[in-house]
């Protein structure tokens, strides 16, 4: 078999299933076998146009398969192995990765009359379906592989370790972004899927007190069994207000956006303690 059925984008508001090769694989490649990926909310903003990718790329950049074929240099897997990749996959010989700084990799070369120093732009690591073909096909060419891929354990199924590859490991860095240290009191503003997981990510670092912000009860009760001890509605209260008074005026040790709107940024910066730095933000930003 050569060709394999991907799911491309054509233009705003049209993306098709089409047949395209299965990728060749280099020496520091694996080829997976996607057995399960998602649809993300960045496919969906591709989808419509508001960000821009190459027509016929291959969107999708949550992979979850088998490796179908390793490439000569790639150390420490096997084939018919089951393995993650993650959303974020740089090159790792960067002078960005080289300098514990993967994720600002910019070792990509853009192709000319767009942005870029000589070239090349910092695009934080992200290349499936967005550099190139991504996860919504049969077939994904991992680059990297020895760097850029991950065992999925024996026990675990392939939706239980669907979230790894984009949105845990997301609302994790968000945790690990915030400095958070044992017994630090922490907000976290939205409580989606990435906001959840930087609320399990802040307990997980040792948190003592975490405060959940959300609009929506439904993900306001599933954040105190992901770790929240505080869950705020902001449709029925100042949240603001609220959590000083929790802190008795003096503010959080850390707060973690995980929406992205200016309300949600301001309310963060409100509430923390004097001399903290500013929140981390543990989405994705739009370039």
């Not at 120093?117 to 290349?127: F, L, N, P, S, V």
């Amino acid at each position: 078999m050569t060709m394999m059925k991907a799911t491309v984008f054509v233009a705003p508001g049209r993306i098709e299933l089409v047949d395209k090769p299965i990728p060749e694989v280099g020496p520091n490649d694996a080829l997976i076998r996607i057995t399960t990926t998602t649809i993300c909310g960045t496919d969906v903003h591709i989808l419509k146009g508001e960000y821009p990718v190459v027509p016929g790329l291959t969107i999708g950049h949550e992979p979850v398969g088998v490796i179908e074929k390793l490439g000569s240099a790639v150390q420490g897997y096997v084939e018919g192995q089951r393995v993650i990749a993650g959303a974020i996959c740089p090159s790792f010989t960067s002078y960005a990765s080289q300098d514990g700084a993967p994720s600002q990799d910019g070792s990509y070369l853009i192709p000319s009359g767009q942005c870029g120093h000589h070239g090349y732009k910092a695009t934080a690591g992200w290349r499936f379906g967005n550099l190139i073909d991504g996860t919504q096909a049969e077939y994904v060419l991992v680059p990297d592989a020895q760097a850029n891929l991950a065992p999925i354990p024996d026990g675990l199924t392939d939706e239980q370790v669907l979230m790894c590859p984009d949105i845990m490991s997301t609302g994790f860095k968000g945790a690990e972004n915030a400095n958070i240290k044992l017994g630090d009191t922490v907000a976290v503003f939205a409580q989606g899927p990435i906001g959840l997981c930087a609320t399990a990510g802040a307990r997980l670092l040792g948190a003592t007190t975490i405060i959940a912000v959300d609009g929506n009860d439904h993900r306001l009760g599933i954040s105190k069994v992901m770790g929240a001890d505080v869950t705020l509605n902001f449709r029925n209260c100042d949240v603001v207000g609220e959590i000083m008074d929790l802190t008795g005026g003096r503010g959080v040790d850390s707060a973690i956006e995980a929406l992205g709107t200016q309300g949600t940024f301001e309310s963060a910066l409100r509430v923390l303690k004097p001399g903290e730095p500013c929140p981390a933000w543990a989405c994705i930003p739009p370039t």
